[in-house]
């Protein structure tokens, strides 16, 4: 490094220092605090205005302080005053009213960031300072836009406290202000009425009360400003206020047109204002100023383009019966060469017309085509023929009433009653018509019988008809009728008519169903007259003082539409086309509209055909029908509904059958109907009761059915006796004996063999609600023996015991079933007849096979068993016991041993019977070779009936016996068959 810099760098230091301090004692010379600020204020629109000076700075900041409370009102940065002789000026618009409290207003300059100092506060006293110690409320009589925001302040007196603060009848929140002012804010506000609004202050007690009338409106707006002149000197200009202000009284809008004010009107704010000027300028401007704003309007013309005239004075009239002439004047005398077009509106019992007029200088009108005795109001306005700019005002108005004249000819015309009576009929005459009040109507008719004038009579101006009478009918054919309108003008010209007296309805004419439309009834003919046509319309049910129309149809008409306001739905027409001599030439008849029948078929009947049910009505009357009857509905009305039986098309279907009915109530509704719909229905009701012929034929066709059945059963049954005789009483076969029974018989030894086995298997129990068999008490056996394991008691019986056996009652009861088992092998060939013992009537027990006794199974094991048992099953039999063999008298069986009992024998067919031997052999051939027996194998006197045991053949199946009443219809039949037999 040299030496040299050292010193340099010393020097650089020591000029940069130099320099800044030079610079920062420029700028505090440039930023010094503001000097002379003063504050002043304008009341009436809340500014106040700032100006200082000793500041060359380019931008200031400035606060605006309310000093009692410190408390910053605006504070701005930056701001950019306007310099004006060497002072700089700042304005500011205060939110409240600037009486409302004092403010203090402090300015200092700024560049960048770097800022001045504050200058001295320049305060801007209000009139809460201690000066003006009363109760005040700002602003007073103020006036604001309408949408704007509105602030107020009430300054209260010393020693006072806020109470409350109310626009209108809304409560505002206050905002405090200073120590006695409070201030208070409204936004957007509404327009006010006429009256203003009132914000009313009050102090807390009550005590002191301060406040003002608040105005809020709009700035004037207008629209269509258009300057004419009425007297082509002068110019009037008129416009319309496109808005209401709501501004009146000393705050109201003024005008000036070309800087001249222009008077105030009273006009509302949707009529037209105007402003006249006393020469014509050919352009204008109209300004509108009121204290919320001002607007202006321009307009320009030729005087030429703008001419409206002033309405016509004194009008007059010169009046005819037809005609009347107008005539008015001008206001001005300018008129007189000015080319003018009038109207001229004309009215006359609520209707008016305009009949335009044109002319130079135009004064008079004449009326053309005016009606007699009427009255009419005119009034006449004008406007420039050249250049029309627009039409006068009206003209008040004129009244007149044309003069009489002679009335019109009456439109004349015939009605003829079913009786042939005659009747002459006019329609009425208008008011136009009649030319003035009529008085009376002159009738005069004629027949060709009558010298010639007729007879004439007068009626009243109401009358409408009048009867004819004249003098001799013998050989006259019609009736020549005229009638005349008389007012007190004159009389009209006559009208005539000539009038059948037969009546037209006598000549017969093509008749056809009339078209209905909505406007009434379409007409076509292709008949032509040579002088015209009358339609003639009336009520087709109508037969005396019948109300009659008619319409006069011009020559060559060859359709017409017949429409009448006396038309009414549901009431049948007659129209009649006659010519204008009176012919009739055609007919027709129809409904403008149908409807459904108010009335009900009469007549209604039902009477009863065997099982039918037949019904008849009578025809429907003409009055109730109201359409076209199209034919009748039948109903029957029963529980649960109404059900349609029929639909009788055509008008007359008037009778109906229903057909296959059964004994009850039946009711029948009968409803007629039209292309509307139906009618209420008439109802009839009847009760079907079968005829007494009827029952007696049924009575004898069962009869007959049952004899006719008896006789082919009996038929059949004689050409099948043998079958029925060999199927339900086959012959009983002769018992074979194998000894010889010719031989006297003496004294049956009924004493047991000795081989004869009983086993008792279990005590039977009595139950005295069964018949069972009563024991018969027996001998004590001499000996008792045992062989293999069975104990077997021998009984000997005696034959006083048979005999005691013999006289038991029939009604014997017995317990459970008893088996009767055969002898033993050792008893040879023992027959017994168990002939003392027998059943009740109700069930009686056959006897023993011959050879072959009878075996009764027990139903639950009570009796006693046969002699001799089967072993058990799986139990071996003991050496020396005889088997069982169809032989022998021992058989086995899975039930329980022994042979079957007389319910076990086994039915064959009657062919078989005849074929088997019989055989009073061993019980095994009797078993194998037996013929079925319809009695009782052992005894020919037994009357039992043994049915079949379907169970023989099956072992493994439970034996049922024989019901009682089985067994009492086996003995029935058996008896039948014995009898038919002997």
Known sequence: ??????????????????????????????????????????????????????????????????????????????????????????????PEPLECTSLSVQIRSREGAATGAWSAPAVLPGNDVPAKGGFQFYPQDG???????????????????????RYGSTLLEATRLSRRSYGVTVTRQPPSTTYGINVVCQDLHKSQVAGTVLFVGYAPLLTDLQCHTEDLVSATCRWKRARNTHLRGKRRTRFTLNHRECPETQFTDTEMESCASQVWEGNWTLEAVNPLGRFVLRDGAQMEHRVRPTPPL????????????????????????????????????GNGTKRPFAGVGLRSARLLQLHPDRDYRVRVRCGARRN???????????????????PEAPDVWMRTDHDNSAHVVWKPLTARQSHGRLTSYQVTWRSPGEMAGGRTESVGPRTRTLPLHPARTDGSTRITATVVAKNAAGASPPATVVIPLGGPDQTVVAESRADATERGF??????????????????????RDCSVEWLRLATGSTEATVASGHFQPGVKYNISLFSCSSKPLRRWHGYVRELAPSGTVPHLSVSQQDSDAALTWGVMPEV??????????????????????????????????????????????????????????????????????????EILTSLGATALFLAMVTFLCYRKRKWVKGAFYPDIPQPKLNDDWSRTQGPLDVRASPNHLVRVVEKPQVDSFKEVLVVIPEEDEDEARQDDGVTTTTTTTTAATTAAHRQRPSSLRRHGTI??????????????????????????????DVGRPASLAPAHGGGYRPQRQAAPPGEDRRDGEPEASPGGGREASPGGGGYKAQTAWRSDSPGEAEERPTSLGSPGEEERAAPPSLGSPASVASTQFLLPDGEAEQPGREKRPMSVSAAAAAGWFTNLLSSAKA
């Open 314 to 349: 004194e009008l007059s009239a010169e009046v005819s019966a037809w005609n009347a002439t107008l005539r008015w004047s001008w206001e001005h005398a300018a008129y007189r060469s000015l080319s003018l077009v009038c109207q001229v509106q004309l009215g006359s019992g």
């Open 143 to 165: 006036v604001m836009a309408a949408g704007s925001n509105g602030t107020f302040c009430c300054v209260l007196a010393q020693g006072l406290r806020l109470g409350s603060i």
């Open 388 to 406: 029309f700019f627009e039409w006068g005002n009206w003209s008040r108005s004129l009244s007149f009433k044309t003069h009489m004249d002679v």
């Open 819 to 848: 088996d009767s088992s055969d002898s033993s092998a050792d008893s040879g060939q023992m027959d017994v007849f168990y002939t003392g013992i027998q059943t009740s009537a109700s069930s009686r027990l056959s006897p023993a």
């Open 624 to 697: 109730g029908r109201r359409g076209y009857l199209l034919g009748y509905n039948v109903y029957l009305d029963n529980d649960p509904g109404v059900a349609l039986l029929a639909n009788l098309s055509g008008e007359g279907s008037r009778k109906y059958t229903v057909k296959g009915l059964s004994k009850g109530t039946y009711k029948f509704t009968v409803k007629a109907y039209t292309l509307a719909g139906e009618d209420v229905g008439a109802t009839a009701s009847i009760t079907l009761r079968l005829l007494a012929d009827w029952l007696i034929l």
């Open 522 to 543: 379409a007409l076509v003919w292709p008949e032509r007259a040579d002088c015209g046509y009358v339609l003639e319309w009336r009520d087709a049910l109508c037969w």
């Open 1 to 94: 490094m040299p030496a040299w810099w050292p010193q340099r760098r010393r020097w650089a230091v020591w000029l940069s220092c130099c320099f800044f301090s030079v610079l920062h004692a420029h700028v505090q010379n440039e930023l010094r605090a503001p000097q002379q600020v003063t504050v002043t204020g304008n009341r009436q629109t809340q500014q106040i205005s700032v100006s200082w000076r000793g500041s060359h700075a380019s931008a200031f900041d400035v606060i605006i302080l309310r000093p009692e409370l410190n408390q910053t009102a605006f504070y701005v940065t930056g701001l950019s005053a306007n310099e004006s002789g060497g002072r700089q000026e700042w304005e500011w618009t205060s």
